[in-house]
């Protein structure tokens, strides 16, 4: 039997992790498009020769370098979604056929972005005041980055 497939998304500093873990607490099978997108960072071959080819080897499994270029030149960030998103999204869509619950929850930050929605029976979106997002977005730049 297919799970029920649900999206969280919203935008930085919202919760999403956060509501994915209360769905994991309660038994659902959860994923994180995210944690894709670092796993293939540091281990897709392709990807890893990609990047080097585009921005050097100080780039390979460097994610505060990649934020500095990408987070400064929209051709670069839009770049490397080319490259990510279609993996990402191989990848969760691999999690999800082999899903054996009742519920799957994926967090996708970029889903109407990315135009996912459709891969999803239901779409829960997370919000929080823009002074508690920018709070907990300064806390996290804080934090030692792992590739």
Not at 18 to 35: K, Q, V
Not at 81 to 89: D, I, N
């Amino acid at each position: 039997m297919r799970p029920i497939r649900v999206a969280i998304t919203g935008g930085i500093a919202a919760g999403k992790s956060e509501a994915l873990a209360a769905f994991a607490r309660h038994g659902a099978a959860t994923a994180s498009s995210d944690a894709v997108v670092h796993d293939l960072l540091a281990h897709d071959e392709d990807v890893r020769a990609a990047i080097r080819a585009r921005w050097g080897d100080d780039a390979i499994g460097n994610r505060a370098r990649i934020g500095d270029i990408v987070f400064h030149d929209r051709d670069e960030l839009a770049w490397l979604e080319q490259l990510l998103h279609p993996k990402t999204r191989a990848a969760i869509d691999e999690w999800l056929s082999q899903v054996d619950a009742p519920l799957a929850v994926v967090e996708v930050p970029l889903l109407y972005e990315t135009g996912g929605e459709e891969r999803f029976d239901k779409v829960v979106v997370i919000t929080a005041p823009s002074k508690l997002r920018r709070a907990r977005s300064e806390v996290a730049s804080t934090r030692p980055r792992s590739p």
